[in-house]
Every structure is written in structure tokens, then in C-alpha cells.
């Protein structure tokens, strides 16, 4: 069974480039499941899509975060990447990597999940 692991930096300060790393274990991220994705629930609120990449590289960004996303992955660590720029402490939230079967801005679309990292931005 798949596993995903997210790690991060931690504390963040506004302004600042935010990024995270996925690794992906149990499978791999080019040919098990077709969307790997990035996801995010700030405290109080619902979960929030962020982006996606595909097993065959396509990435796609929700258009409310698209300016500042930027998504990425090596294959040959078997990891894929989140980066979002210009970071305010609005961007405080759980960040969750993800996969699934079928490609969509859905969460509930993904059916594997990482355990979930806390970002906080703020100074």
C-alpha cells in the first residue's frame, strides 16, 4: 500500500518561500496512481486543493493560488514537491501531500494521504 510522508520547514516568516517535500513509499509516482496532489486546511475551515501532479508529469494549480504555486517532482527519489511563494499568515494551515486515482480538484478524490504537516507563518 502506498505511503506518503510530508516534511517541512516548519515555522515560516510572511513573505517568505514556503516548501515541502512528499516521499512516496509503496509505490511509485510515475506509474501508481494517476494524481498526487497537495492539499491544505487552514485551523477552523474546510480542506482546500491546492495543486496536482499527474504520473505523466501534468501539473495543475487551482487558479485562486496559481501566482504564487509552483509544483514540482524527481522521479528518482520518488518524491514530488510544493512550493508557494509570498507566503502571508493566511497560509497557515495543515498541509497534506495525496494521491489518487482519477484527477480532480476534489479532495475526496484522493484515497491515500500523508500524515499532515503544520505551517505556520508568522514572525
Not at 510530508?6 to 516521499?23: A, D, M, W
Not at 485562486?64 to 520518488?78: E, F
Not at 497560509?91 to 500524515?115: E, I, K
Request: hydrophobic share 25%; with cysteine.
Amino acid at each position: 500500500q502506498v505511503q506518503l510522508q510530508e516534511s517541512g520547514p516548519g515555522p515560516v516568516k510572511p513573505s517568505q518561500t514556503l516548501s515541502l517535500t512528499c516521499t512516496v513509499s509503496g509505490g511509485s509516482i510515475t506509474t501508481n496512481h494517476h494524481a498526487w496532489g497537495w492539499i491544505r486546511q487552514p485551523p477552523g475551515k474546510g480542506l482546500e486543493w491546492m495543486g496536482v501532479i499527474t504520473k505523466d508529469g501534468r501539473i495543475t494549480c487551482s487558479p485562486s493560488l496559481q501566482s504564487r504555486t509552483s509544483i514540482s517532482r524527481d522521479t528518482s527519489k520518488n518524491q514530488f514537491f510544493l512550493q508557494l511563494s509570498s507566503v502571508t499568515p493566511e497560509d497557515t494551515a495543515v498541509y497534506y501531500c495525496a494521491c489518487g486515482s482519477y484527477y480532480g480538484s476534489n479532495p475526496r478524490l484522493y484515497s491515500y494521504w500523508g500524515q499532515g504537516t503544520q505551517v505556520t507563518v508568522s514572525t
